[in-house]
């Protein structure tokens, strides 16, 4: 059973960075792949980015492409989500999730989520 918990959301002027942080802990890190997805209201819950198992792909949404950097260390058993340039579309709560081996795009893909953490970003 892997258990995370996201920290490092907040308010944030647009055009600001916030960096999010999904630690895990519960099994073996570097065998699973962790995707953020995020949830604003009353839209579903959308794919962000996410990371292999070794860390050496990376996968992100159209809409945060080069804005956004997802990265994870093996040693902290941590995954990041480093957010530049954000946006007020940018609002939502952020959730990391885990899955075995290989990324994913689609939520119901995944078999262990956090709790999320909010990001306001205000225009």
């Known amino acids: 059973q892997v258990q995370l918990v996201e920290s490092g959301g907040g308010l944030v002027q647009a055009g600001g960075s916030l960096r999010l942080s999904c630690a895990a802990s519960g099994g073996t890190f570097s065998t699973y792949a962790l995707g953020w997805f995020r949830q604003a209201p009353g839209k579903e819950r959308e794919f962000v980015a996410g990371i292999s198992w070794s860390g050496g792909s990376t996968y992100y949404a159209d809409s945060v492409k080069g804005r956004f950097t997802i990265s994870r260390d093996s040693a902290k058993n941590t995954v990041y989500l480093q957010m530049n340039s954000l946006k007020p579309e940018d609002t939502a709560v952020y959730s990391c999730?885990?899955?075995?081996?290989?990324?994913?795009?689609?939520?119901?893909?995944?078999?262990?989520w956090g709790q999320g953490t909010r990001v306001t970003v205000s225009s």
């Open positions: 999730a885990a899955r075995r081996v290989a990324v994913r795009t689609t939520p119901v893909s995944y078999d262990y």
